[in-house]
Nanobody, 123 residues
Framework: QVQLVESGGGLVQAGGSLRLSCAAS????????MGWFRQAPGKEREFVAA????????LYSDSVKGRFTISSDNDKNTVYLQMNILKLEDTAVYYC????????????????WGQGTQVTVSS
């Protein structure tokens, strides 16, 4: 079993920044792919970013490309999402996800999920 705990969410003004953290514990040897997804009320859970823990490959959704950066500190079993130039439409619950692979934008390829952290962008 793998446990994922997100932190770092909060309220921020449009144009501001936040950094989310996802701490993984348990049987993390089988979590080669790590990702961030988000879900706003009435919306489907959508892909934000993903990273391979065994390499440097990353993926981003078009909506966050150039503004968000995903990174991984494998020594700490922690994945980060640096969010810059936040927009109102970034408001959502952000979820950390992990899986054995393959590396994917689809939520169906991730087996483990955190409880989410709320990010609210105000104007």
């Amino acid at each position: 079993q793998v446990q994922l705990v997100e932190s770092g969410g909060g309220l921020v003004q449009a144009g501001g920044s936040l950094r989310l953290s996802c701490a993984a514990s348990g049987r993390t040897f089988n979590t080669n792919a790590m990702g961030w997804f988000r879900q706003a009320p009435g919306k489907e859970r959508e892909f934000v970013a993903a990273i391979l823990r065994s390499g440097v490959s990353t993926l981003y959704s078009d909506s966050v490309k150039g503004r968000f950066t995903i990174s991984s500190d494998n020594d700490k079993n922690t994945v980060y999402l640096q969010m810059n130039i936040l927009k109102l439409e970034d408001t959502a619950v952000y979820y950390c996800a992990a899986g054995p692979g393959p590396f994917s934008r689809s939520r169906h390829f991730y087996e483990y999920w955190g409880q989410g952290t709320q990010v609210t962008v105000s104007s």
